[in-house]
Nanobody, 127 residues
Framework: QVQLVESGGGLVQAGGSLRLSCAASGRTFSDYAMGWFRQAPGKEREFVAAVSWSGSSTGYADSVKGRFTISRDNAKNTAYLQMNSLKPEDTAHYYC????????????????????WGQGTQVTVST
């Protein structure tokens, strides 16, 4: 079992930045690839970014590419999502997720691939 706790969300003006954190506990963090997803009211949960177990491979949704950066610190059992140049359309509840496996593939872009999920943190971007 893996427990995931997100933090770092909040209210920010368009053009601003936020850094989300996802603290993991319960199992060996480096055994898992990590992903970030988001869900806006009335919309389906969508992929944002993913990182391999080692941090050497990453992937992003086209909508955030060049603005968001996913990373991880296995010594701290934590994954991060640095969000820059935020837009109102980035407003959503952001979730981190863990997928057992030391690999990276496009399957990590799909929610069904992940084994564990956090409760999420709200990000609101005002105009």
């Amino acid at each position: 079992q893996v427990q995931l706790v997100e933090s770092g969300g909040g209210l920010v003006q368009a053009g601003g930045s936020l850094r989300l954190s996802c603290a993991a506990s319960g199992r060996t963090f480096s055994d898992y690839a990590m992903g970030w997803f988001r869900q806006a009211p009335g919309k389906e949960r969508e992929f944002v970014a993913a990182v391999s177990w080692s941090g050497s491979s990453t992937g992003y949704a086209d909508s955030v590419k060049g603005r968001f950066t996913i990373s991880r610190d296995n010594a701290k059992n934590t994954a991060y999502l640095q969000m820059n140049s935020l837009k109102p359309e980035d407003t959503a509840h952001y979730y981190c997720a863990a997928c057992l496996g030391r690999y990276y593939s496009d399957s990590l872009h799909y929610a069904r691939t992940y084994n564990y999920w956090g409760q999420g943190t709200q990000v609101t971007v005002s105009t």
